[in-house]
């Protein structure tokens, strides 16, 4: 079955840097690769996601970038925030199985003012 | 639009009983997911039911089952629970009116299950 490793586990930076978090997935049949955020106490939501017929997706300071070729996809978060604090998690489904996601561990980002 | 509505939001059990919880989509949401969050394994798929019939399944063992009525609400069952059960259960609806991804999961708050 899908497996997705998510990389780092935690990452701190200052506030006004960038912030990259990358994932890799092992099934090749995986098209769809969205990007939740978890605020300490709160549910997941969706920041933004990508299917595999496109190689980058931007939303002010978002971007996922997908490498099918590779297995990879990673966020990127610009000019980070302190509401930018929280934990990341990528994931990966297959068509027809969107509510079937398999998710990384999480990574848990802290912006420092 | 009221959001996904997960009860109880906090139990506790004692090893060996067996817990229901319950959730409702957001309107219009035929699909329903079920998830358990720990610190140690993050989020992990549990099931996932479509207009009644569950469509997929996570590797957890039969102590874990589910269902779907239909108007939409889904509840999931743990017997025999082990303190290992100890999690955040989340439910997620989408709109996933077929089988094409159609987008985003929306979750609710979480049904917090300690067991003693």
């Known amino acids: 079955g899908e497996n997705v490793e998510q990389h780092p586990s935690t990452l701190s930076v200052q506030e006004g840097d960038s912030a990259v978090i990358k994932c890799t997935y092992s099934d090749s049949a995986s098209n769809y690769f969205p990007w939740y955020k978890q605020e300490l106490g709160k549910r997941p939501q969706l920041i933004i996601d990508?299917?595999?017929?496109?190689g980058e997706k931007k939303d002010q300071r978002i971007a996922v970038t997908l490498n099918k070729t590779a297995k990879h996809f990673s966020l990127h978060i610009t000019e980070t925030q302190p509401e930018d604090s929280a934990v990341y998690f990528c994931?990966?489904?297959?068509?027809?199985?969107?509510?079937?996601?398999?998710f990384g561990k999480g990574t848990k980002l802290s912006v420092k003012p | 639009k009221a959001g996904v509505t997960q009860t109880p939001r906090y139990l506790i059990k004692t090893r060996g009983q067996q817990v229901t919880l319950s959730c409702s989509p957001i309107?219009?949401?035929?699909?329903v997911s079920w998830y358990q969050q720990t610190p140690g394994q993050g989020l992990q798929f549990l099931f996932e039911?479509?207009?009644?019939?569950?469509?997929n399944k996570g590797n957890f063992p039969g102590r874990f089952s589910g269902r779907q009525f239909s108007n939409s609400r889904s509840e999931m069952n743990v017997s025999t629970l082990e303190l290992g059960d100890s999690a955040l259960y989340l439910c997620?609806?989408?709109?996933?009116?077929?089988?094409?991804?159609?987008?985003?999961?929306?979750f609710g708050e979480g049904s917090r299950l300690t067991v003693l």
């Open positions: 990508i299917r595999s017929n496109v």
């Open positions: 039911y479509f207009s009644e019939t569950q469509r």
């Open positions: 997620a609806s989408s709109l996933n009116e077929n089988r094409l991804n159609t987008g985003e999961l929306f």
């Open positions: 309107s219009g949401h035929r699909s």
């Open positions: 994931a990966a489904s297959r068509a027809g199985s969107q509510g079937n996601l398999i």
